[in-house]
Every structure is written in C-alpha cells, then in structure tokens.
T-cell receptor, first 117, second 115 residues
Framework: GAVVSQHPSWVICKSGTSVKIECRSL??????MFWYRQFPKQSLMLMAT?????????EQGVEKDKFLINHASLTLSTLTVTSAHPEDSSFYIC?????????????FGPGTRLTVL | DQQVKQNSPSLSVQEGRISILNCDYT??????FLWYKKYPAEGPTFLIS?????DKNEDGRFTVFLNKSAKHLSLHIVPSQPGDSAVYFC??????????????FGQGTILTVHP
C-alpha cells in the first residue's frame, strides 16, 4: 500500500509557542490530504481537508487561525498549531488520498503526539 | 450526531475462533465503507473495504459484510490470531458532493485475542 510519513512523531512544547507537523506521501502524489485529531480512547475526528494549491476546508468547530494548514506540493502538507495551549495536546494524524485508486482510499501517517506544557 | 457507530467498545475472543466486529451507520449517502486497524500511538492501517454495490468482500482471513437495508456492516476475522489484537475502526464515505473523500469514523472496538 501507499506510504505516508509524519514528522515529528512526538513533540513537547511550552504554552504559547507554535508547532509545525509535516505530512508526506512517499510513493504517490496526493492531491488531497486530511488532518485528524484523536483524543484518548476516542475516535478520529476530521479537522480539515487539504487540497494542493488551494485553501484548506475546515470542519465545523475547528479554528482555521489556530490550526494553519498548507499544502504547497503534491507530496507535502503541513499543520501548524499556533499559540499552543495545554488543551491542544492530542494525537494528530494525517492521511493522504491516492488518486490512482478507484475510491481514492486514504492512507494514514503514523501520527504525531503533541504535548503542550 | 454520530453517523457511524460501533456499539461494542471491546471484544474478547479465543485464538482460532471467529471475531465479529459490528458497525452501524445512519447517513444513507454513505456508499463506501472501510475497516482500519490501529495500535496505540500509531496511525490506522487499512484492512479491507466494500462499496455499496456489493454485500460481501473477502481478503484472506478478513471478510466484510454490508447490509444496506439495515445500514449495518460487519468485519469477520477467521481464524483470529493474537496478532489481531488492536483497535478496529469502521469508516464511511460518500461518493460525491462536498463530502467526497471525507471519512467518518466510528468510535472503535478494542479486539483482544487470547492464546
């Protein structure tokens, strides 16, 4: 299957700082990438849909100024958590949609654990 | 509004027996369904999928059944192995419109397979 990487795998930062998470599709070009957030023992919640070369589409309740998404190339999308606070601590997962597949299946990255102190 | 529901938070099965994981959905626009396996602190791994034009899809030990009239799908694992122990998520997507490609996930079911 297609390979998606995320970097970093974990990050600890101080409250008020910004953190950037990268998501890369390694062996295919992803026109669409998705960003999810997972709280402990809960489901994956879609935060936003990122299309290459255009603005991201945010889900209801997700602050676009707080979670900045950039999809500058067909293999890279970034999520920047600005002015992070402890409540932003979570597991962030990206996925990339493979346009070569009939149903554009999504392949997930390994996730990034963010801890804000 | 939980459009995809996995009502069993956990399931415990003996090695070699069948594991049956269930999933219900409410959105009649969903027409493609997927099962993912997830370990703690890792991203989900795609297992198997089914489109609404089928009622069964099989891949090795994994079979997914879809009952559109009941808006229900299930994942069967036969025979179950200890390495299958993980959290299993079902997910659904719509074919077109503004929601194309977006996945809606269930809450997950923790499967434990005992040796």
């Amino acid at each position: 299957g297609a390979v998606v990487s995320q970097h970093p795998s974990w990050v600890i930062c101080k409250s008020g700082t910004s953190v950037k998470i990268e998501c890369r599709s390694l062996d295919f070009q992803a026109t669409t990438m998705f960003w999810y957030r997972q709280f402990p023992k809960q489901s994956l919640m879609l935060m936003a849909t990122s299309n290459e070369g255009s603005k991201a589409t945010y889900e209801q309740g997700v602050e676009k100024d707080k979670f900045l998404i950039n999809h500058a190339s067909l293999t890279l999308s970034t999520l920047t958590v600005t002015s992070a606070h402890p409540e932003d601590s979570s597991f962030y997962i990206c996925s990339a949609s493979d346009p070569r597949l009939v149903y554009n299946e999504q392949f997930f990255g390994p996730g990034t654990r963010l801890t804000v102190l | 509004d939980q459009q995809v529901k996995q009502n069993s938070p956990s399931l415990s099965v003996q090695e070699g027996r069948i594991s049956i994981l269930n999933c219900d959905y409410t959105n009649s626009m969903f027409d493609y369904f997927l099962w993912y396996k997830k370990y703690p602190a890792e991203g989900p791994t795609f297992l198997i999928s089914i489109s609404s034009i089928k009622d069964k899809n099989e891949d090795g030990r994994f079979t997914v059944f879809l009952n559109k009239s009941a808006k229900h799908l299930s994942l069967h694992i036969v025979p179950s192995q200890p390495g299958d122990s993980a959290v299993y998520f079902c997910a659904a997507s719509e074919a077109g419109g503004t929601s194309y490609g977006k996945l809606t996930f269930g809450q997950g079911t923790i499967l434990t397979v005992h040796p």
